[in-house]
């Protein structure tokens, strides 16, 4: 019986030698496009927020806390603000990827070729200008000789003031600028110590929420927040309306006009295809409901920048995201939308494969068998034209040599459907036997 089955079986030995090279082209060909469409994303990113009780430090903990659903640790790192952010970002030495930028931090020129790329603008951060009610102040060119804090340099607020006072016919140098942080500022302004604070924030920054209900202390109104947003493109005009603080004690008694720059989301072009998805969605999640300066479904938007918007970004504020993560979880579907490739790979590597394969398979089979018929046209070119005088040494020298060949024919392990081959092979080694044997014999 296994005997038998040697004849009858698959040769899986000739089918791997045909099929071998191909075999490790299309594993090479896999491995290339795995490496090429990086799959499976990082599951830790640094994002740079801000300052301790600031809008960018609550708004990365909400960052931190939706992207934990999907498996990825937010790693949030303190900073001044935006500008400290921004020269994060710049720096190729940095662990950040990811950080909070303010609109009007930069200019479009100062980012060219530092590898850096907008995730949409998240919400808008008006400057709110807190002054002690015993100074009554309507114009900021009233601001000469008090003490306003406009916050560290690496903040964005004190070149944003700067410009704002500059629009006005003040010189910095006419107010007494302070860099504190904007805790101590804050304690420094309920102390009386000094006039006024500036801040540039998301009104639900806990700071900001205080001060807005602080006896004695008032926030000023930019009654021509209009004009300002013509000199300044990256300002825009947003109202405080009246009451939204709080009803019942009608703060604020009236509307009040501010301007405001953008809050920015910028990552390295490098980031993640994958993890700028998901920031996307988490900021269409975090910043999408209405709020005091933004209607329903305003933000984030792709508007409002001036660093380059990501690809991956702007494809998602056109078509939302991608079909397969609304239905499968995150890293499945991240895994079959960019495996796409590998499969198409495939699938042209495969389709003239399966028309190689098979044909090598064959010819590999019968080669096993044809190879013989070069040892047996060498018989019979050996018996050809032999001198009578040395007949007597070469015909049984070729006979013996026939045997042999006989004898290792007869141990090919061959398929089935190749038998009739083998067996062909056999009946010629017999046909040159008898003609060797018919020239033995004596005329």
């Known amino acids: 019986m296994p005997k038998i089955l040697r004849f009858t079986r698959f040769s899986l030995r000739d089918f791997l030698v045909a099929s071998g090279p191909a075999a490790i082209a299309v594993i090479v060909v896999c491995v290339l496009a795995y490496w090429l469409v990086d799959p499976s994303p990082p599951r830790q990113v640094t994002l740079s927020s801000g300052q301790e009780n600031s809008a960018y430090e609550a708004i990365g903990k909400k960052y931190a806390a939706v992207l934990a659903r999907n498996g990825i640790r937010v790693d949030l790192k303190p900073s001044l603000g935006s500008n400290e952010n921004l020269q994060r970002l710049k720096d190729e030495s940095s662990d950040i990827d990811i950080a909070f930028v303010q609109s009007g931090s930069t200019r479009h020129e100062e980012l060219e070729g530092r590898g850096l790329v907008s995730l949409g603008s998240l919400f808008t951060e008006p400057v709110w200008l807190f002054l002690r009610d015993s100074r009554n102040v309507t114009r900021l ?66 700071l900001i929420q205080m001060l807005l209900q602080t006896p004695g202390i008032r926030l000023f109104d930019f009654a021509q927040a209009e004009a300002y947003t013509r000199r300044f493109p990256f ?156 007949q007597a040494e070469v015909y049984p020298e070729q006979l013996k040599r026939l045997n042999e060949i006989e004898e290792r024919v007869n141990r090919i392990s061959i398929p089935l459907s190749f038998a009739d081959e083998l067996y062909g092979l056999r009946s010629h080694i017999n046909f040159v036997r008898r003609r060797v044997l018919s020239l033995m014999k004596p005329d």
């Open 141 to 206: 060119s009233q601001l000469k000789g008090l003490k306003i804090n406009v916050g560290a340099e690496g903040t964005g607020v004190p070149g944003l003031f700067k410009q704002v006072l500059s629009a006005n016919g003040v010189e910095p140098a006419q107010v007494k600028l302070g860099t504190l942080e904007n805790t101590p500022a804050t304690v420094e302004l309920l102390a009386g110590r000094i006039d006024g604070l500036v801040f540039s924030s998301a009104p639900d920054a806990p």
């Open 235 to 390: 300002f825009s005009h947003v109202v405080l309306p009246r009451g939204i603080v709080d009803f019942g004690r009608d703060l604020p008694p009236r509307d009040v006009h501010l301007i405001a720059p953008t809050a920015t989301l910028v990552a390295r072009d490098d980031l993640h295809p994958a993890l700028v998805d998901l920031f996307v969605q988490a900021a269409s999640e975090i910043h999408g409901a209405p709020g005091w300066f933004q209607k329903k479904g305003e933000f984030p938007t792709a508007n409002y920048t001036e660093v380059p918007v990501s690809p991956a970004a702007e494809k998602f504020y056109k078509n939302g995201p991608p079909l397969l993560q609304r239905y499968l979880p995150f890293w499945l579907a991240n895994f079959f939308e960019r495996m796409w490739v590998v499969g198409v790979a495939l699938g042209a590597l495969l389709l003239p494969l399966s028309r190689i394969i098979p044909p090598l398979y064959v010819w590999k089979v019968r080669s096993r068998v044809f190879r013989w018929y070069g040892q047996l046209r060498a018989v019979e070119q050996a018996i050809e034209d032999v001198p009578a005088e040395r």
